[in-house]
């Protein structure tokens, strides 16, 4: 099984610790990648694969770059907030750009795989209330659906009516035009990939069931993680129980939720492993040793050296039993 961390910095001494994990990969966002990070990286383990996270639909460095990629609710107001920045799935500048930095990084003989984040469209999902925008009603986005699924039909020019006529008899249409804005930038990005590199393609993936939220993973997010996955290499549900106010037992019903697909799960984000007992701990672990998982990924080391007893903990089950 592959075992990895996502990792913030290449400082020598922390890398030197994650080792003693039996680590046989890092992730490392994209925004942090350059050819000194890797050569640290590599330094200190030279067996390790480095994987990288590239943030697909959100940032506010990009909706800068790209301002006509705002996302607009169904009132028609501007979902951006100081804390998140959602962008537009169908904006054509920002897909181009994430493709092109795909296709440069697919390049880089040091990289194993890249990981697609924040592959939906915006909503902030980590609260166990999450917020939800219920997005995109752009011009770009109306005019799309518009013209691919309704054959230009025309559509209310009223901003209420046309929510409504979107909520009611175009409901099905809607619900297969933002999975398929989604799924189709997959399919985009592993053309790029396919023509120049044997480098992997992965996701990671909002833990939500197709009931929760009034079937929001479609509705609202346009994911589908079974579509997703006949089109990617592997997916990474970011199963954080914890931070969702959910107990050990969720973790479990979503890999046999997911059990169709190859699985690389995130798990124990810093507060996350900062709150769980030794214990709960160990349950989690056993739990995933149990499972049929290409490999699994702690979502935030940072804090892994701080606790002698939960360090010791993970060791046994990374370099033991996993």
Same mark, same amino acid.
């Given at each position: 099984m592959e @075992?990895?961390?996502? /990792? #913030?910095?290449?400082?020598?001494?922390?890398? +030197?610790l994650l080792d003693e994990l039996c680590l046989s990969s890092v992730i490392v966002d994209e925004k942090n990648l350059d050819e000194t990070f890797i050569s640290s990286v590599l330094r200190v383990n030279d067996g390790l694969n480095i994987d990288v996270s590239v943030e697909v639909f959100s940032g506010g460095e990009l909706l800068s770059e790209f301002? &006509?990629?705002a996302p607009l609710e169904a009132e028609g107001r501007d979902c951006s907030k100081d804390w998140y920045y959602g962008v537009c799935p169908n904006n054509?500048?920002?897909? +181009? &750009? @994430? #493709? !092109? +930095? /795909?296709k440069e990084l697919s390049l880089n003989k040091n990289i194993r795989s890249i990981i697609l984040s924040s592959l939906h469209y915006p909503t902030y999902w980590i609260p166990s209330e999450p917020i939800i925008f219920d997005t995109c009603y752009c011009e770009v986005c109306i005019n799309k659906f518009r013209e691919g699924y309704l054959n230009n039909e025309k559509l209310p020019e009223s901003r209420k009516e046309l929510v409504e006529a979107i909520d009611g008899q175009f409901y099905l249409e809607w619900l297969e035009f933002k999975t398929k804005t989604i799924t189709s930038f997959v399919e985009s990005a592993s053309e790029v990939i396919s023509g120049i590199s044997s480098v992997k393609l992965g996701a990671f993936i909002i833990p939500w069931t197709d009931k929760e939220y009034g079937s929001a993973i479609t509705r609202i997010l346009g994911q589908n993680a079974f579509e997703l996955s006949s089109k990617l290499d592997f997916i990474c549900p970011m199963l954080y129980f914890k931070l969702n106010e959910k107990d050990l037992s969720f973790v479990d019903e979503?890999? !046999?939720y997911y059990s169709s697909c190859v699985l690389y799960p995130s798990i124990l984000t810093s507060k996350e492993l900062d709150s769980m007992g030794i214990l709960e701990l160990q349950s989690l672990l056993s739990l995933l040793s149990k499972k049929d998982l290409m490999g699994l990924s702690i979502a935030d080391s940072s804090q892994v050296f701080n606790n002698e007893e939960k360090l010791k903990v993970l060791k046994e089950a990374f370099c033991e039993i996993l």
């Open positions: @075992k990895s961390s996502q /990792i #913030l910095n290449s400082d020598p001494a922390f890398l +030197r301002p &006509s990629a054509e500048d920002v897909r +181009r &750009s @994430k #493709l !092109e +930095r /795909i979503m890999l !046999e």
